[in-house]
């Protein structure tokens, strides 16, 4: 599906549903696209094959067969135009420069790192179609390799029911604190997708019943990626890595029933997703809200929203593997992180709440070396650094982490003659100092 959320639980919230030849969605650049008409020769030729598919899909899930959408033959230019339609009915450019800023301010991509340009560059002719909510209609990419084009209506035209049944567009619309349901949204969707395809595919339509998670795991992080940050290659492949192992699970439980009740509400965060043995757990509280550096005036919050367990994974993974990072962001119950403007100090938070006391430093030290710093401290619930990409500070306080980063928005770290570990632990010291008052 969905071209999605490229930041797991947190960032890049994105969701054109789309079908690229190296299996996963690729998102578009921002620039200027030539838009032009769809063949109508071509969309004749797919209309029988799209009814038939429509049917099958609606048989084995129990939806309404007229529900069929409109399918056009489109060119990458019209893709591209229909892609950049989902994506400012998502998300306003307010909130991409906030998320951008959250990443660059702990060195987790690059300074100068841009999502659309970079991901552009080395995978926009990859898309093969897409579903897009927008627009209410599958686009496929013309060619004459009708076995392609059938596998890639098969995995729209899901999408394009779920949009119509579950609001698919209405529900990845982007609010404060919604990023990890949103992402789970995601995973559900290509799950589903993926192994409602496989069953059609399937002569036994066993589907996902009997699906090599594990193996099809190790192919989906193969992928060539190198050439991206690692937190976004792993952003956007997790989706077709968690999504079908969850909907494998709710199969093995119940069949179609089961994820049913997923998209009526069970399934809340990527916490659930990851760990649908705990679907009837009830999920704690939100933290609090990192507050505001005391240190500066006129603060404003630019963001705030929850990173979430798949994201977390997404900023651990290339530093400790990929086993060792799932084992890491399961013992964090919730977190929230926050983007604050302060006149020209850009500063940006995260608070985490560990499930037991005895697992916050370890979860302290793999963010700490996910941003570049040694894992050696005198005081190591105490900390301060320094990057180019600003001062950064953590504390341990309990189960609660406060992590901080503080920079001048348009200048070098090293130009600022306010900015220290000393005003870095000032804040951080009253992020944690409010946790024990609170």
């Known amino acids: ?22 299996g996963f969605p690729i998102r578009q650049s921002l620039g200027q696209v030539e838009v032009s008409p769809a063949s109508r020769v071509e969309e004749d030729q797919v209309s029988q094959k ?12 129990g939806w309404d067969p007229n529900l069929v959408p409109l399918v056009e033959t489109a060119s990458i230019g019209r ?23 959250f990443l660059r301010s702990f060195g987790w991509v690059p300074k100068h790192f841009d999502f659309e340009r970079d991901v552009t560059e080395s995978y926009s002719e990859n898309l093969l179609g897409l579903y897009s909510f927008t627009w209410k209609r599958v686009l496929l990419l013309g060619g004459n390799d009708n076995a392609r084009i059938e596998s890639t209506l098969r995995h729209e035209l899901v999408h394009a029911f779920q949009d119509k049944q579950y609001r698919i567009g209405e529900r990845v619309r982007w609010h404060n604190d919604q990023g990890d349901r949103i992402a789970a ?8 997708a993926i192994c409602l395809s496989r069953q059609l595919e399937d002569p036994k339509q066993r589907g996902c019943l009997d699906f090599d998670s594990a193996g099809y795991e190790e192919q989906i992080l193969a992928q060539d990626l ?13 989706p077709y890595i968690d999504g079908p ?9 119940g069949g179609w029933p089961e994820v049913e009740l997923a998209w009526q509400g069970k399934l809340t965060d990527t916490h659930v997703l990851l760990h649908p043995e705990e679907l009837a757990t009830e999920r704690p509280a939100l933290v609090e809200v990192p507050s505001a550096p005391q240190s500066f005036s006129n603060c404003q919050a630019r963001y705030v929203d929850v990173l979430g367990e798949q994201g977390l994974r997404s900023v651990l993974w290339q530093d400790m593997g990929h086993l060792a990072a799932q084992n890491v962001a399961s013992n964090v119950t919730q977190d929230r992180g926050a983007v604050w403007h302060c006149g020209n100090v850009c500063a940006v938070a995260l608070h985490l709440r560990a499930k037991a006391v005895n697992s916050a430093p370890a979860i302290a030290d793999a963010l700490w070396a996910s941003m570049g710093f040694e894992m050696l401290d005198s005081t190591p619930t105490k900390r301060c650094g320094k990057r180019q990409f600003g001062v950064v500070g953590l504390q341990v306080f309990h189960r ?12 070098s770290i090293s130009q600022s003659t306010t900015i220290s570990c000393e005003t870095a632990n000032a804040w951080t010291g009253q992020i944690v100092s409010q946790l024990s008052i609170n």
């Open 1 to 22: 599906m969905c071209s999605v959320r490229c930041w797991g639980g947190f960032l890049f919230v994105l969701c054109s549903c789309g079908t690229p030849t190296q």
């Open 50 to 61: 799209v009814q038939q598919i429509a049917h099958q899909i609606a048989e084995r899930r």
């Open 79 to 101: 893709i591209v135009a229909a892609m950049l339609a989902d994506e400012r009915s998502q998300v306003t450019p307010a909130v991409q420069l906030a998320e951008t800023e």
């Open 185 to 192: 949204i995601h995973a559900l969707a290509e799950g589903e």
């Open 226 to 238: 190198d050439s991206l940050p690692p937190i976004v290659k792993y952003s956007l492949v997790s």
């Open 245 to 253: 192992r969850y909907v494998q699970r709710l199969l093995q439980r």
């Open 400 to 411: 609660d982490i406060a992590i901080t980063s503080m920079r001048l928005c348009n200048a």
